[in-house]
Structure formats: structure tokens, C-alpha cells
Nanobody
């Protein structure tokens, strides 16, 4: 059974930065493409960044140039460095497996962690 523990969220002012972390267990981490998803109130959960097992990355247009996804296979951990945050980035952020071909328009995984809340507000 996959377990995903996200951390690092908080309240930040517009223009600020945060770094999220996610520790995964119950999967063979180093062979899986991993992604960060977010869900704002009243909206669907969307993939915003993904990193393949080989380190190739892909980003949603809304975060490109501001967010950086990375992974540490030795620690079964995936990170999301977020910069130049705006109120539109306010959401609960989740990590999970992503499509191996880095496609963003695929079905969501069935199991999720608790997520970490990111609030961007002055």
C-alpha cells in the first residue's frame, strides 16, 4: 500500500517562496515518475509538475519558470521548490505517482496522502 507524506506548506506572502517535501513508501520509488498535484477550493485536482525516474521534468504552464521539482531516490523523497508565489497558487498540494510519459491529461491515482496546505496571502 502506497503511503505519501507531504510537508512544508504554510502561509507566505505574495512573491515569497516555499519548498515542499514528500516521502513515499510502499512503492519502488526510483522507477516511478513522481508528480506534485494541487487542489484549490471548489476546483479539481491538477498535476502541476512531474519528474521521471531519469530526472526529466515537465511543468504546467501556470507554474513554469517558478516551480522546480526534484527527487532524491536515496531518500524516497520528491521536492517542489516554489518561488514568486501568488494568491492563485493557494491550494492543498499533494504528491503521487505520475504518468511515465509525463502526460498531464491522464486519470489520477486512486490513493493519496493528506496533502499540505499552501496559502499565499498578504
Amino acid at each position: 500500500q502506497v503511503q505519501l507524506v507531504e510537508s512544508g506548506g504554510g502561509v507566505v506572502q505574495p512573491g515569497g517562496s516555499l519548498k515542499l517535501s514528500c516521502v513515499a513508501s510502499g512503492i519502488v520509488f526510483n522507477i516511478n515518475t513522481m508528480g506534485w498535484y494541487r487542489q484549490a477550493p471548489g476546483k479539481q485536482r491538477d498535476l502541476v509538475a512531474a519528474v521521471s525516474s531519469g530526472g526529466t521534468t515537465r511543468y504546467a504552464d501556470s507554474v513554469k519558470g517558478r516551480f522546480t521539482i526534484s527527487r532524491d531516490n536515496a531518500k524516497n523523497t520528491v521536492y517542489l521548490q516554489m518561488r514568486s508565489l501568488s494568491p492563485e497558487d493557494t491550494a492543498v498540494y499533494y504528491c503521487n505517482k505520475a504518468d511515465p510519459l509525463l502526460r498531464f491529461d491522464v486519470s489520477l491515482p486512486p490513493e493519496w496522502g493528506q496533502g499540505t496546505q499552501v496559502t499565499v496571502s498578504s
